[in-house]
């Protein structure tokens, strides 16, 4: 049964500062792994999704990796700023046949300090 | 704008008493899937479905029923709530039949029952 795990559950960063999110993940049999942003009383904005053959996704300062053998995801996010302080969530979506569904971590809280 | 909108936004309700969520997303998106979320225990997938009038259950499908008889709407039915069903509830969509491709969120239903 896939596990997701979000290691820190909170960070808090001064503005500017590149940062790292990590995410593991226990089957290494996903079809894609995705990295989503919730901010409160908003629904989750996908962010980056990354095929399972791929190793790495990039959209403007955010940079996503995958490394399906170690079962580690991480979310990149350079020269952060405080709209960036938000909840991040990572999902892992699995082979399923029909039942495909995605296995969420419980996020990282980011704030980003001005 | 494309987009999943959820009604209502917030609900306070007394256990037993039925009540409806809705869900409607105008992407012409297939597949269609409710979360609950909670604290600790992340996103947990209550029903999804890949098409006009095929649903089929998630992770946490009891005391949940659903409906899709239009492509766009996916309703969320509490029969008889319970107080264990307070949450934070998100319906999400997209292309395709099983739920691989980005997957777009509504803005959340916050429920409370008493």
């Known amino acids: 049964k896939q596990e997701v795990t979000q290691i820190p559950a909170a960070l808090s960063v001064p503005e500017g500062e590149n940062l790292v999110l990590n995410c593991s993940f226990t089957?290494?049999?996903?079809?894609?792994l995705q990295w989503f942003r919730q901010d409160p009383g908003k629904g989750l904005t996908s962010l980056l999704l990354?095929?399972?053959?791929?190793r790495e996704q990039t959209s403007g300062r955010l940079n996503a990796s995958l490394d399906k053998s170690s079962g580690r995801s991480t979310l990149y996010i350079a020269a952060s700023q405080p709209g960036d302080s938000a909840t991040y969530l990572c999902?892992?979506?699995?082979?399923?046949?029909?039942?495909?569904?995605?296995?969420f971590g419980t996020g990282t809280l980011l704030a980003v300090q001005p | 704008e494309a987009q999943v909108t959820q009604n209502p936004r917030y609900l306070i309700t007394v256990t037993g008493k039925k009540l409806t969520v809705t869900c409607s997303q105008n992407m012409n998106h297939e597949y269609m899937s409710w979360y609950r979320q909670d604290p600790g225990l992340g996103l947990r997938q209550i029903y999804y479905?890949?098409?006009?009038?095929?649903?089929d259950k998630g992770d946490v499908p009891e005391g949940y029923k659903v409906s899709r008889k239009e492509k766009r709407n996916f309703p969320l039915i509490l029969e008889s709530p319970s107080p264990n069903q307070t949450s934070l509830y998100f319906c999400a969509s997209s292309w395709g039949l099983a739920g691989r491709e980005t997957q777009y969120f509504g803005p959340g239903t916050r429920l409370l029952v008493l």
């Open positions: 479905s890949m098409n006009v009038e095929v649903t």
């Open positions: 999902a892992a979506l699995n082979y399923g046949g029909a039942t495909n569904k995605l296995i």
């Open positions: 990354i095929q399972s053959s791929q």
């Open positions: 089957d290494s049999a996903i079809y894609n």
